[in-house]
């Protein structure tokens, strides 16, 4: 049994890194555990359970004076760092039962590829656009980090531009290629997202990578962004085309969804909406995509606001390279690599995936 003396907080990380865990997991009063293909296990038998003092030893370890005060102060705070040749993490801590705990997302140094990921060749072709809005959104753990990773390294091998991003904490790190890259971390390069926002249309970017669309203000600088020239991407926390637009849309008072609507209708270039889903091998899973791409019947009926529309054009848009999550999950089916169960537990409208699975 290892001693609490002995336990260093970048041995625990690399520990889950090797075991491809998504996440470390530690509080008071447990084992250290990891997040493994959505499952919690323990990390190591051999590893003692934790208390306060080593807990927030380990935590300090990757902390400055200005992020122990800012916790002191929240009692929550996020915050990223470097395990080196290895890994990027995204560090949350809180407190639970008046103690310090802790969950740390890992995120790989390298950068996958589209193919890596299997991941549809439409994406590829977003990254073309020169000005517009892209959203990536579905449920935290579902990718949408790595997604948009590759895309932006499409684009940072191809174009000889400027790319800026913004995020809460800075997650994949990005060496300029053909493109210029510029990352900035809330908190360290930035007081907070507002300053940050006003800031980057004066920064020269062509491509703006927003970490989260977390309020109207932070929507209305991304669609202008979009507006006046610049490619911006971005998350929203939904599981689908439609409920992102009705956020968003419902972010807005009454009176100005009019308005909003016909910008959304020419800045929105497309909304990819994923999920993640365990394989029928239990080795790993599948990223199952719906994909809404903005051909000229979409953004009139994103202008006009019929977003139930959304759902048919998507299902008729094979041409453009759109899909709903069914029609993905059914392709998954069909080449086994997942099960007819999985895909139900997973699926976008549950009686039409029954009739699909059985034609």
């Known amino acids: 049994m290892r001693t609490l003396e ?3 907080l970048m041995e625990l990380i690399q ?3 090797e075991i491809e865990a998504s996440d470390v997991m530690l509080k008071v009063g447990a084992v250290p555990k990891v997040k493994r293909f959505s499952q919690v296990s323990v990390m190591d038998e051999s590893l003692p359970k934790l208390d306060q003092p080593t807990m927030r030893r380990l935590m300090e370890s990757v902390m400055n004076p200005r992020q122990r005060n800012r916790f002191e102060e929240h009692m929550e705070m996020d915050l990223g760092f470097t395990v080196e040749g290895k890994c990027r993490v995204r560090c949350n801590i809180y407190q639970q039962k008046g103690t310090w705990a802790s969950v740390m997302r890992i995120v790989p140094l390298t950068i996958r590829t589209l193919d890596d990921l299997g991941l549809p060749q439409v994406l590829a072709e977003l990254c073309s656009h020169r000005l517009g809005l892209i959203l990536v959104t579905g449920p935290t753990g579902s990718g949408k980090t790595t997604t948009l990773a590759a895309m932006i390294d499409i684009i940072n091998q191809q174009r000889a531009c400027h790319i800026v991003t913004l ?6 790190m990005h060496q ?3 493109a210029y890259v510029s990352q900035r971390e809330i908190g360290i390069d930035t007081e907070d997202f507002q300053p940050a926002l006003r800031a980057v249309v004066r920064e020269a970017p ?3 990578l927003i970490g989260e669309m977390r309020d109207p203000n932070t929507m209305n600088v991304a669609l202008q962004a979009g ?10 926390h939904t599981a689908s085309a439609y409920e992102t637009m009705d956020r968003i849309i419902n972010m807005f008072p009454p009176h100005e969804k009019k308005h909003l609507c016909q910008r959304m209708g020419g ?3 497309a909304i990819v909406a994923q999920k993640l889903v365990p394989r029928a091998d239990g080795n790993g899973r599948v990223c199952a995509l719906e994909i809404l791409v903005c051909t000229p019947t979409v953004s009139k009926a994103v ?3 019929a977003f139930s529309d959304l759902y048919h054009h998507m299902n008729e848009g094979s041409f453009w390279g759109m899909q709903t999550m069914n029609q993905s999950l059914v392709k998954y089916v069909k080449a086994g690599v997942i099960t007819e169960q999985t895909a139900m537990n997973y699926a976008g409208i549950a009686s039409e995936l029954k009739q699909l699975l059985r034609r």
């Open 206 to 208: 062509d491509v703006i």
């Open 6 to 8: 002995s336990l260093e």
């Open 167 to 172: 995020e809460d904490p800075l997650e994949v």
């Open 227 to 236: 507006e006046t020239g610049h490619l911006v991407f971005s998350t929203v």
């Open 176 to 178: 300029d290629k053909t």
């Open 15 to 17: 520990i889950g890194f």
């Open 303 to 305: 202008e006009e606001g």
């Open 267 to 269: 800045s929105l270039r």
